[in-house]
């Protein structure tokens, strides 16, 4: 692995100054499980690794009365393992258990698993069913952002080169609220997603849809929230059928590409088909 300096800085603010000193130069190092493949194959060439290792506070999940937060450099098996996010919050801990192998998941962040933006991430998509909330720092202080405005594109987000994903909120989610996500993959979890689906509903007490977020992985350029599909439930009571119409809607508004693992038209349908499963399984979480 070649790179010329190394730093552990100890405070965010100390990691901010390096990142705006060395700028594109230097990338900010969490379980290293993208980044140092990359390094070692000579597809990344940074000049400096900014580890964040050593910053307090950063890889913790805090439960309060208003919401949830979760640091960036939580791995993704504390998450998968956590008894804090159960109930309204288990989406989140059942998509970072389908990442990839436990190996990984024990070295792996959600703060990194989230930053490299890859279409397929499976765990972005339990926080994105639930409205989580991007924290930034910068040379300018901090800011927020929800992460279904995070990502602009394969590989890339709205964070600038001396700006650091920090952690997340999570909003308390409404009483009566069940959510789920569904991996499709040919191998299990150690595979890349062919389709992965999430889905979280809030109903109100004569089963009406208050609330829905659907959400796809590995269908479009960046992990997708489906608006249309949503907006077709909110407001309508809950049926076999409407949840059907709705996966229809959610096919016809991904985008995918043909690869070595699926043609566009297969995952298509896989859309429809695992959408549906997603969200009978958010209703059948609030019902029974």
């Known amino acids: 692995m070649r790179f010329e300096e190394y730093f552990e800085p100890q405070t965010a603010e100390e990691c901010i100054e390096l990142k705006h000193k060395y700028g594109e130069n230097a990338l900010f ?3 290293g499980t993208d980044i140092v493949p990359k390094i070692n194959s000579g597809n990344l060439r940074p000049k400096a690794l900014i580890s964040l290792h050593r910053i307090q506070g950063m890889n913790n999940i805090f439960v309060e009365d ?4 979760i640091g960036a450099l939580t ?10 996010l159960v109930g309204e919050y288990s989406v989140i801990r059942e998509a970072a258990g389908h990442v990839s192998s ?13 930053c490299n933006a890859s279409p397929s991430a499976d765990a972005v998509q339990g926080l994105m069913v639930l409205d989580a909330v991007c ?3 910068s040379p300018g202080g901090k800011s927020e952002k929800p992460l279904c405005e995070f990502f602009t594109g394969p590989g890339k987000t709205i ?8 952690g997340f909120f999570i909003p308390k989610p409404k009483a009566r609220t069940g ?6 993959s040919i191998r299990g979890d150690t595979d890349i997603s062919i389709v992965g689906a999430a889905a979280a509903i809030s109903l109100d007490n004569s089963g009406i849809a208050e609330e829905v977020r659907i959400s796809l992985a590995s269908v479009a350029p960046t992990p997708l929230r489906v608006n249309e599909a949503e907006a077709f439930l909110t407001g309508k009571k809950l049926s076999a059928e409407a949840i059907e119409k709705s996966a229809l809607i959610a096919e016809r508004a991904c985008s995918p590409i043909d690869d070595q693992r699926a043609t566009a038209s297969y995952r298509r349908e896989m859309v429809k088909v695992n959408i549906r499963i997603a969200l009978e399984e958010a209703w059948r979480r609030i019902i029974e």
Request: without cysteine.
């Open 179 to 184: 959510s789920a996500y569904i991996k499709f």
């Open 75 to 84: 791995t993704l098996r504390n998450i998968s393992m956590s008894d804090s």
């Open 135 to 137: 924290h930034i720092r």
């Open 66 to 69: 208003d919401g949830l937060y």
């Open 159 to 166: 964070l600038n080169k001396d700006e650091l994903l920090s």
């Open 29 to 31: 190092l969490a379980g």
């Open 102 to 114: 436990m190996q990984i998941r024990n070295i792996a962040t959600i703060g990194g698993n989230v």
